[in-house]
């Protein structure tokens, strides 16, 4: 059995042939690959020396938050995470159907669903209820590795074992080299072939992986600490030398600016990224924050610029 089933509970997981126990291992794989990042956003920031919440304690704050604010969407995909994370599968999907009501057109939200759902049913297949997350998932990024991979589960769970080895064929081709879970994807593709005597020796030999991404990691940090245009450190150094009114109304104008052209034109991550910086140097977290939901609801459909930016808004402590 792969080594990545033995993270999970495997029980759970007990797929038709003994060929495809370690699929939802993989698919679990993918899962963290594609959602590590969140965990960031799910913690909140501790004094030198203070141990970081415990995954429970993040979840009982999620709750109390809901419980206030039952219409953020994003705070719903956070606790469903950190369900899923301490195998709280049911209680994980039930989250993502509510992320998924409030935010219907979001890929990523039902693409955790369908995994959720996945992990929560007995095993023996993918559940209708998942591949219908998972359809849903493609119609708004029909990249997302998540859906690919466990709708071509169910093609080989159905019989069809060309098909699903031409789908994971075509997920690897765009899967990074340096995934968590691209070997992973290779070694099923060579169980399931071998047990249904399909040679696939020499297109594995010939398939070419996306470029490396340094893991999950994008460069949403570097963007944030980085010199880009805007309201930097230095130019609020700069601003020092003028008379505090001047410097309030300069600052004041810049992010506001700033601000307004990202109403106008939201489909740009980086912008997003230096207003989150911008608000953060200034002290407003809240302002900080929102700007952060606003960004990633401009990127919902666009799930590695969606990375970027949650990737930064952690660099800066949001």
């Known amino acids: 059995m792969a080594k990545a089933a033995s993270s999970i509970n495997i029980s759970r997981i007990a797929l038709i042939l003994a060929a495809l126990l370690a699929l939802a291992a993989i698919g679990v794989q993918i899962y963290r690959s594609m959602n590590d990042d969140n965990e960031g956003t799910a913690s909140v920031a501790t004094a030198e020396g203070e141990a970081a919440p415990s995954v429970e304690e993040v979840i009982a704050g999620l709750e109390k938050k809901l419980q206030d604010n039952p219409d953020d969407a994003e705070s719903w995909r956070m606790l469903g995470w950190s369900y899923f994370e301490t195998q709280k599968f049911a209680e994980s999907a039930t989250a993502m159907k509510r992320a998924t009501t409030l935010d219907p057109d979001n890929p990523e939200y039902w693409s955790m669903l369908g995994e959720a759902l996945v992990m929560a049913s007995d095993g023996q297949q993918v559940p209708p209820d998942a591949a219908a997350a998972f359809r849903n998932a493609l119609k708004y990024d029909a990249k997302d590795p998540r859906a690919r991979y466990f709708l071509a589960v169910q093609k080989d769970i159905a ?68 010199a880009i245009p805007g309201p930097s450190s230095q130019q609020m150094k700069e601003a020092s030398a003028l008379p505090p009114g001047q410097q309030e109304a300069m600052i004041a104008n810049m992010v506001d600016g700033l601000d307004k052209r990202l109403q106008a034109n939201p489909n740009d991550a980086n912008g997003w990224i230096m207003l989150i910086r911008s608000r953060m140097q200034l002290g407003q977290t809240v302002q900080a924050k929102q700007a952060l939901d606003r960004g990633l609801k401009a990127f919902k459909n666009d799930g590695a610029e969606a990375k970027r930016i949650r990737e930064a808004a952690s660099a800066l402590g949001l």
Do not use: M, N
Request: proline share 7%; glycine share 12%; aromatic share 4%.
């Open 159 to 226: 019989g069809d074992h060309k098909g699903a080895i031409d789908d994971w064929f075509a997920l690897l081709g765009d899967t990074p080299a340096d995934a968590p879970y691209a070997a992973d994807i290779r070694r099923v593709i060579g169980q399931v072939a071998e047990k249904e005597g399909i040679d696939v020796a020499s297109r594995l030999a010939k398939i070419t992986p996306a470029a490396p991404t340094g893991g999950i990691s994008t460069d949403g940090p570097a963007v944030a600490t980085a």
